[in-house]
């Protein structure tokens, strides 16, 4: 009897392990692996950039930095020169601050581009055009979450699954045509 | 079964069995200890599965592009591997569900075998839809469960009805295995001992023949056989129209259905001549599995193989009736083009060799019918070859036309399934055993002390 | 109930089972239980059974099979609708044949369920009213009765003269 | 996908061509970076397309293109639309000139040869060596092939400064062409042709379509000039030579003569045109010797058939194009002079050929350039040679003793960006750079100018620097001062010129709008100028020349489509895998023989055959061609090159090696149709590389034809043409309700399919309709298709079992297939693509949706959703669909000799297309990205997407015209007024009801078409 109680054991943890299996399957399917998985929160950015301050205090626009999100697929990452802009005259107040803010005006002077660490990245075969998105009035933080509250950034509320997509896509009534991702 | 009327003594297709309990000595004794052969048997399966691990390791990390398969040739060795096996599992169902619903008094002593094969060449064939798709770390997408990208399969596809089809059709056919070997299991459990006897204690569920368990036991199975009647013929349609609701000249055709479920039982039971014969030798089962039996099976050969030849030719005829260019040109390189020996093997080993089967000694030549069954096994293979890469290679578009050359990896992949196959089957043999005992005790005489009560005279004129 | 006792007689033919049976039953001993290497109808017809409930089962499974089957595919299509070949989203000759194979499966299912159920399979008791020869060649008859008929019953099962007679007090055999 | 980075490669081309070289490779680190720029371009916008103008330097033809960049990295090349060559297509040369950019094979850096082997040198110190070496030298000389004017004045000035001399080479030089034009009308040039205006055109063996001048101009031309337009009246083509090349298999008729044997067609046509002379001038005598009678027997061509081909060239504005350079032999001056008697006694010069006007970019410089050279460098006063931009130890036919003699000169240099056969001989290589990366201008006909501009930064990968500024700082160092310090000011003081020329005050504006529009025309090239016919001031023999060498066979050695004379330039997957127009054959060479005497023979194709010569002999397979005489056998330039590169090399052979070394004696051009050869079969077999089938249609409504005479007739009851009605029975609901639809492409999404989105009317419905008649199969849309949509190459190896992966399978069939004798030919091209049925047969069959009709009509292909059951591809009728057998987009192939896109390789991926891998499906996707983009600007902006505005790769590049996108729904495009043409078909749609998206119309004969369908 014992033994039929074990195999009865052993059905079960199978079904749902393979269940586990499909469905780490399904999350990790739709994104590039290094990219998630929550290891996205400890990265190192080569200047500890804070958001909170940029966008939250100073409340400053974020396409002003991520210059062509209205017009482009691409957000675009602010070039050297951006940062350069402001941090001219604006030095930092604490001795922290300074220090990475000296970084960035190394980095101008060497003219050499700040090696930032991607946080959002949707697979390779899925296309999402930011322009669009800005276009039909969505907010960044939906997508990026409260930035402006983010000393270091992370990737927040959602894998980049593309369940979470069409579930926007759906409350919105937009076309969920697999083309207009795919192709 | 509980339902079934005894047969008239006339008929007795074991006339020198007597003694009920002597089954349980003749059969159960199959259970003993495995010989040499047996040993080498399974270690011959055992490196065979390797070779189809091996190749299929090698198909998946550097791609499908091992195998010969091309445009416009994309189905081959696999998917005729796939049918031929999904064809094999049929005759087991017939002959246990089938055969059962109609009575036929040669099927108790043989069902066994043959539904143990059904079950095994199901496993088989579930192997092939996983191993010929270019991404089979994506095939759970068949599926339908609910998943994080609210997507389900396309219901449409034949594909997907083929994963119902033929998940249900493993399922139901092994309850329906499992449930006959019940009684016998119990049986077997009464007379073994040690580990043995815990194992079948376990598996027998501790069936212990009474009243009760019977009659619902009985009912439970009739009803089991009637689900798995339908089920049989429509499993092998699905996988037909795999091909029918297609396009391809050669596949687009209404008398496929029909056309495949009788070639299936036709391999089945040629099959199933070609595995029951070793096993009588072995064993030692003469008493079982008599000349009679084999006589009813090669009759049934004969029956189906006219089915499946006058669909050949009726597939000719209205390839060439129509009228329709691209059909004509497909059959006409199906008979004389670049795969003509195929179709001609087709022909004969399907159309040509059973024709001896009308002769009545061929028929109770064990041997002969050994070999007629190796050759009928051969045709059925090459049969589903010619049907799925003569049609592709020579399609409409005629700039596109192109010739497949199977790969080695294909061809270990096909024969490591036949290994899988007996695997399983080597172990049934040592496990389960291969006559069902309660069954047979039904149309062996009834042990009677005086005569049978009055009532009881209905029951045909035993004693 | 420890007064209750049964006895279980061993026949080697199956007419003297059947003999002890129907007088038992005349005698208004109903409380039978007969063991048979196959199923013997003389026997089940002297116990007299009628229809037994798993056809309902059957029955039961085959049409949520069905249904469910049909309803499933026709909800996945609408779900996310997709044409494919210019067909319209609710191809219902695709989805009878889902809901087929459903019908077979849950019907079977439901019948193997059934069959358990009524059957009190598995039967997981110490199997002590019981004997292996069942399994091979004998036919067994087990009555249980209160103790002032048991005399009366083993009476009978001794007239049909059984291979062995076992008394049985508290589910304990021990030959007598 | 499996590699995110493949697509978004451009991240790290960020961070390069924003603060130069170093951060390549971070794709294989684990944590992916952001490359933003230090100082953003104005022009590029992360994730936008930028587009440079430039001028293509694949060949001389010089097209005006436009390059497409992402991020500062060129994607891909076009036409331009403004340039008056390209007019906005492109060949697949130039479309792969992008994988001759990032072509892995490039030299890395300056190369000195030091102990036997080629290292590594800094470029101060190779601009030294180079200087010494030419100091040391004496006289040296510079062996180059073409090159833009400021290029060639820099190179000659240079010359001049240093002590030394330059000699142009082409080995398909049109000498002798320049040569008659001199002794006819005392005009040593190519003049300007105006294929156009010609109502009748007859090409004797020059393949204008594919080798010769300018194809892709020309191309546009013919298909102008012998395209049915609507008043249903068409031009006529006549192909006279011994074998069919693609141009001879546009032709109306084909007149198969005798090797040699053009000038005694010609003349007898000027003999019957002019009266038996009386009009021919000059050569009134040499005209009446030759009447049809008289050569019918020397041609081989019925003196009927002449008679009847000269009445129809005198009726309208005619045009005769000279013998090519495939058919050049020892008369050929003579021959080009007879054709050019013919155009001007049928009146043509000055109305459709143009001396006045002439073409300043066809390659000029024949073989006895090099002859003078190897006679200096004997003479031992050479003391170093320079070559740029030619590869003449390939180039030279093996017996000419170039090699040994380029290898006696003490200081050998060369100026190529990969190494070739030469540079394996040299001392120093100081790599160019690539085209797309330099400076550089163009002249195409006088007063029409071009501006070749770097598109990008130079490839990082390659520590390169462009020929003309070496030279400026070579010069320098050798206390010279050619009063420019980089090529770019040598450019701009050239162009100051020209501005100055046009009255331009500023010439900052004037610079900036050629960089934008790429190209200025200052217009002054008169044409139309009707020249006079000399005495001839040379002794001339019209008579076929006698061809040496043993057997009996004529060996024609002739360009290829896909690589021309094919020195260079072969080290390209996208050319090697295309299948040549002709052939169909990819990757090897081949050698065409009529398939009566291959029979004779007992041949068979792929049988391995040994073609031997007095001077050489080359191993290969036989291909049978009935567009071919009996007594010729042909085999196309460009194969066999040994260290060439890793792809190229190894494939095929080099016929060359068969020629003699020889110049035509009147201009001094090699003779490429000279020698006869033996053919002795090896008994060896060999499978042909090819993607065809079947060359026939089998009775099958592919392709089918109306002669023109029944085009009016047909218009009549082109409706129930229209013949699917009965076969709407067998859709709606899997078979049970009929829809009431004609099933033409507009009446998408059908009645039962009126769900969710479908049922929107507003929803466009993408559909294509090409132009049978104007195709002329030369495959430029699918060199195109494959750079635009990142379709990978396979292999030779893959092609050989038929996996290759081009979306675009440009089919020919033969419908007459004994085209031996005179009389109708008729070769039918057939570009087919995914037809994005109405009915896909392929849709349904998927189990998990991975394709599927999307609102908008397109039969898309989920990549990602795919499982590889290949169930689709089985149930294609028109079989477009490809497969990933293997991942053919690593960087390191899955398997000896696979596909597979090695750094930089993979820079040319197309960021907006998916990059696909192993098991996945895949076909023509309409360039949906391309409608996706334009929708997203749309919406954007608020606009509303115009007739046009979305044009699919093949139907850009496609010098024919032959394609029209467009939405269908909107009665007013282009695409839903050509599908109103009576010539209006669609593939085996009445056969199986797949109702299409893509129409064809159909090909035009003057022959009657048997059985009205083909």
Not at chain 1, 122 to 149: K, N, T
Not at chain 2, 367 to 372: D, E
Not at chain 3, 33 to 40: F, S, V
Request: hydrophobic content about 40%.
């Amino acid at each position: 009897m014992t033994k039929r109680w074990i195999g009865a054991l052993i059905v079960a943890l199978a079904t749902l392990g393979s269940l586990v299996f499909v469905q780490t399957q399904d999350s990790s399917e739709t994104q590039e692996p290094e990219a998630t998985n929550g290891a996205t929160t400890d990265v190192v950015q080569p200047i500890a950039f804070p958001h909170n301050v940029h966008a939250g205090i100073d409340r400053i626009d974020c396409q002003y930095c991520h210059f062509s999100a209205e017009r482009s697929v691409d957000a675009g990452i602010p070039p050297v020169r951006t940062c350069i802009g402001c941090h001219q005259i604006i030095g930092g107040t604490d001795e922290r601050q300074q220090a990475e803010i000296a970084k960035v005006r190394e980095y101008w002077t060497n003219q050499e581009p700040i090696p930032w660490v991607r946080i959002y990245k949707v697979a390779d075969h899925v296309h999402f055009p930011h322009m669009r998105h800005i276009a039909a009035q969505v907010d960044c933080a939906e997508c990026h979450g409260p930035v402006q509250e983010m000393g270091v950034l992370a990737e927040v509320n959602q894998p980049l699954s593309m369940g979470w997509c069409v579930s926007c896509h759906i409350e919105r009534d937009v076309s969920r045509d697999c083309s207009v991702c795919h192709y | 079964m509980a339902t079934a009327t005894k047969e008239p003594r006339g008929a007795v297709p074991h006339p020198d069995l007597t003694q009920l309990d002597q089954v349980n000595r003749d059969v159960l004794k199959t259970l003993g200890k495995p010989g040499l052969v047996w040993w080498l048997m399974l270690g011959l399966c055992i490196a065979g599965i390797g070779m189809l691990g091996v190749s299929w390791g090698i198909q998946i990390v550097q791609g499908i592009g091992v195998t010969g398969l091309t445009s416009p040739v994309g189905w081959g060795v696999y998917i005729t591997t796939f049918v031929f096996w999904v064809g094999i599992a049929h005759s087991g169902t017939l002959i246990s569900a089938i055969l059962f619903l109609f009575r036929a008094p040669w099927r108790q002593s043989i069902y066994r075998a043959a539904e143990a094969m059904t079950v095994f060449a199901v496993m088989t064939a579930g192997l092939f839809p996983l191993i010929h798709v270019g991404r089979v770390w994506h095939a759970y997408w068949l599926i339908p469960y609910p998943n994080s990208r609210f997507l389900w399969p396309n219901f449409r596809s034949p594909l997907v009805w083929d994963v119902f089809a033929v998940t249900t059709y493993f399922t139901v056919s092994a309850t329906f295995f499992y449930l006959g070997t019940i009684p016998d299991l119990a049986a077997a459990r009464d007379a073994a001992n040690g580990f043995r006897k815990k194992l079948y204690k376990v598996i027998s569920l501790g069936w212990r023949g009474t009243d009760r368990e019977w009659h619902h036991f009985g009912k439970a199975y009739i009803f089991l056989a009637a689900l798995a009647t339908p089920l049989v013929l429509s499993v092998h349609s699905v996988v037909s129209w795999d091909f029918a609701v297609s396009i391809v000249p050669g596949w687009h055709a209404t008398i496929f259905a029909p056309y495949f479920v009788a070639g299936a039982i036709f391999s089945g039971v040629a099959m199933v001549i070609t595995l029951t014969v070793p096993i009588r030798k072995v064993f030692g089962l003469e008493a079982y599995l008599t000349t009679k039996h084999y006589d009813a099976m090669a009759k049934l050969c004969l029956l189906t193989s006219m089915i499946v030849f006058y669909a050949y030719l009726s597939e000719f005829f209205m390839a060439w009736y129509s009228g329709e260019e691209v059909e004509r040109a497909a059959f006409w390189a199906r008979l004389f083009g670049h795969y003509w020996w195929a179709t001609w093997i087709m022909l004969v080993c399907n159309g040509l060799v059973p024709i001896m089967l009308w002769f009545k000694r061929v028929r109770y030549s064990i041997p002969a019918l050994f070999t007629i069954s190796i050759f009928v096994n051969i045709g059925m293979w090459f049969e589903r070859y010619v049907i799925i890469v003569t049609s592709l290679h020579h399609e409409y578009e005629p700039f596109a036309w192109g010739v497949y050359r199977p790969s080695m990896v294909e061809m270990g992949i096909m024969v490591g399934s036949f290994a899988w196959f007996g695997f399983w089957f080597l172990l049934f043999t040592r496990l389960i055993p291969v006559v069902a005992i309660a069954e047979l005790k039904e149309v062996i005489p009834t042990p009677m002390r005086g005569a049978a009560p009055a009532h009881a005279g209905g029951e045909g004129g035993e004693g | 109930m420890s007064e209750t006792k049964g006895i279980l007689a061993s026949y080697e033919y199956v007419d003297s089972a059947v003999n002890a049976i129907e007088k038992l039953r005349a005698g208004g001993l109903k409380k039978i239980t007969a063991y048979m290497p196959y199923p013997e109808h003389l026997i089940e017809d002297a116990l007299g059974y009628d229809q037994s409930p798993v056809r309902v089962w059957t029955l039961a499974g085959g049409l949520c099979g069905a249904a469910g089957g049909f309803a499933f595919t026709a909800f996945t299509s609408m779900d996310w609708p997709l044409v494919t070949g210019g067909k319209p989203i609710l191809s219902m000759p695709a989805y009878v044949v889902i809901s087929f194979e459903m019908m077979v499966l849950f019907g079977a299912l439901s019948t193997i369920i059934g069959l358990f159920i009524n059957s009190r399979l598995p039967y997981l008791k110490p199997m002590v009213v019981y004997d292996p020869e069942f399994s091979g060649g004998r036919f067994g008859v087990y009555i249980t009765a209160p103790p002032e008929r048991l005399d009366e019953a083993r009476g009978i099962l001794q007239g049909q003269d059984p291979v062995e007679l076992r008394e049985d007090s508290a589910g304990v055999a021990h030959a007598s | 996908m499996s590699d995110g980075l493949k697509r978004r490669e451009f991240l790290k081309v960020l961070g390069v061509s924003g603060a130069g070289a170093g951060m390549v490779g971070c794709s294989t680190e684990s944590v992916e970076k952001l490359m933003p720029y230090v100082v953003p371009p104005e022009e590029i916008t992360p994730g936008v397309a930028t587009w440079y103008a430039s001028v293509c330097g694949e060949c001389e033809a010089g097209c005006g293109m436009w390059v497409r960049t992402r991020e500062g990295r060129v994607v891909k090349v076009e036409g331009n639309p403004d340039h008056p060559v390209s007019g906005g297509a492109l060949c697949s040369r130039g479309h792969s000139s992008v994988q001759g950019l990032y072509n892995p094979d490039r030299f890395t850096g300056p190369m000195a040869r030091q102990n036997g082997e080629l290292q590594p040198i800094s470029w101060d110190e190779a601009e030294q060596r180079l200087a010494d070496g030419l100091a040391a030298a004496g006289q040296h000389l510079t062996l180059t092939g073409f090159a833009g004017p400021s290029m060639m004045t820099l190179m000659e000035s240079f010359a001049r400064a240093t002590g030394g001399g330059v000699v142009r080479f082409d080995p398909l030089a049109d000498a002798p062409l320049r040569e008659a034009g001199r002794i006819a009308f005392g005009r040593n040039v190519v003049p300007w042709y105006d294929i156009e205006e010609a109502e009748m055109l007859v090409s004797f063996g020059a393949d204008f379509l594919e080798s010769w001048l300018s194809p892709v101009r020309d191309a546009r031309a013919f298909s102008r000039m012998s395209g049915v337009d609507e008043r249903g009246s068409k031009g006529r083509f006549v192909f006279v030579g011994s074998r069919l090349s693609l141009t001879g298999q546009n032709a109306d008729e084909w007149l198969p003569i005798q090797p040699g044997s053009e000038s005694l067609v010609a003349l007898a046509m000027a003999n019957v045109i002019s009266g038996a002379g009386a009009g021919a001038g000059p050569y009134r005598d040499i005209v009446n010797a030759y009447t049809p009678e008289n050569v019918s027997e020397a041609t081989g061509i019925p003196a009927e058939n002449i008679r009847e081909l000269a009445i129809q060239f005198a009726e309208g504005p005619s045009l005769a194009l000279g013998p090519g350079v495939a058919g050049q032999h020892r008369n050929a001056t003579a021959a080009n002079l007879a054709v050019a008697v013919l155009n001007s006694v049928a009146g043509n010069v000055g109305r459709t050929l143009h001396y006045s006007a002439p073409q300043l970019n066809a390659p000029a410089f024949g073989y006895s350039g090099v002859e003078r050279v190897m006679q200096l460098i004997g003479q031992g006063v050479v003391g170093a040679v320079m070559i740029h931009g030619s590869n003449p130890i390939y180039a030279l036919p093996a017996s000419s003793g170039f090699r040994a003699a380029f290898e006696s000169v003490p200081f050998k240099v060369s100026f190529a960006s990969s190494p070739d056969e030469t540079t394996a001989l040299c001392d120093l290589v100081l790599p160019d750079r690539h085209f797309l990366e330099s400076w550089g201008d163009s002249a195409v006909r006088p007063g029409s100018w071009a501006i070749q501009q770097p598109a990008m930064r130079p490839v990082p990968h390659f520590d390169t620097r462009q020929t003309g500024d070496v030279l400026l700082s070579v010069d320098s160092l050798m206390g010279q001062d050619l009063g420019a310090a980089t090529f770019h000011d040598h450019l701009q003081s050239r162009w100051q010129t020209v501005a100055a020329s046009t009255g331009t005050a500023d010439f900052e504006v004037f610079w900036q709008e050629a960089l934008k529009s790429g190209v200025v025309e200052l217009g002054g090239s008169q044409t139309g100028v009707a020249e006079q016919l000399r005495q001839p001031d040379r002794a001339l023999v019209f008579d076929p020349p006698d061809f040496d060498g043993p057997g009996d066979l004529h060996l024609m050695v002739y360009p290829s489509s896909r690589f021309g004379h094919g020195s260079q330039n072969t080290n390209r997957p996208w050319l090697l895998e295309l299948p040549d127009p002709v052939s169909k054959i990819t990757w090897h060479s081949w050698v065409e023989m009529h398939p009566d005497r291959a029979a004779a023979m007992g041949l068979r194709n792929g049988d391995m055959v040994i073609l031997s010569t007095d001077n050489g002999s080359v191993e290969l397979p036989v291909w049978t061609y009935p567009g071919i005489r009996e007594n010729v056998v042909a085999v196309p330039m460009g194969g066999g090159h040994e260290g060439a590169g890793r792809f190229s090399d190894g494939n095929g052979v080099n016929p060359l090696d068969l020629l003699p070394a020889e110049s035509e004696a009147l201009s001094g051009g090699l003779v490429h149709f000279a020698t006869k050869v033996t053919v002795t079969p090896t008994g060896e077999r060999r499978a042909l590389a090819t993607i065809s089938g079947s060359d026939v249609q089998s009775n099958r409504p592919i392709t089918p034809a109306v002669a023109l005479s029944a085009l009016t007739a047909e218009a009549d009851h082109a409706e129930e043409e229209d013949g699917n009605g009965p076969l709407q029975e067998l859709q709606g609901v899997g078979g049970f309700v009929p829809v009431e639809t004609e099933g033409r492409p507009q009446d998408f999404p059908l009645e039962g399919a009126q769900h969710g989105e479908y049922g929107d009317p507003e929803t466009p419905r993408w559909a294509m309709t090409i132009d049978l008649d104007k195709c002329t199969g030369c495959s430029a849309c699918v060199t195109a298709c494959q750079s635009e949509n990142n379709v990978a190459w396979v292999g030779e190896s893959q092609v050989t079992m038929g996996r290759d992966m081009g979306w675009i399978r440009l089919e020919r069939y033969y419908e007459a297939v004994d085209a031996s004798h005179a009389g109708p030919l008729d070769v039918r091209f057939m570009p087919m693509i995914c037809q994005h049925c109405g009915n896909a047969p392929c849709e349904p069959v998927c189990p998990v949706y991975a394709t599927y009709h999307t609102p908008d009509g397109i039969n898309t292909q989920v990549y990602n959703r795919c499982v590889g059951t290949r169930y689709c591809l089985n149930n294609c009728p028109y079989k477009v669909r490809v497969y990933n057998w293997y991942t053919y987009t690593d960087e390191e192939p899955v398997r000896e000799g696979l596909g597979h896109a090695p750094e930089p390789m993979n820079w040319a991926f197309n960021p907006d297309v998916t990059v696909r891998e192993n098991g996945i499906m895949e076909k023509c996707s309409f360039c949906i990205h391309r409608i996706r983009g334009a929708q997203d600007r749309a919406a954007v902006e608020g606009s509303v997407i115009q007739d046009g505005e979305i044009i699919p790769a093949c139907q850009q590049s496609c010098p024919a015209e032959a394609i029209v996108f467009g939405n269908i729904r909107d009665t007013r495009s282009r695409v839903a007024q050509s599908v109103e043409s009576a010539r209006v078909y669609r593939v085996l749609d009445e056969l199986i009801n797949t109702q299409p998206a893509v129409s064809y119309l159909k090909k035009v004969t003057f022959h009657d078409v048997e059985s009205g369908e083909h």
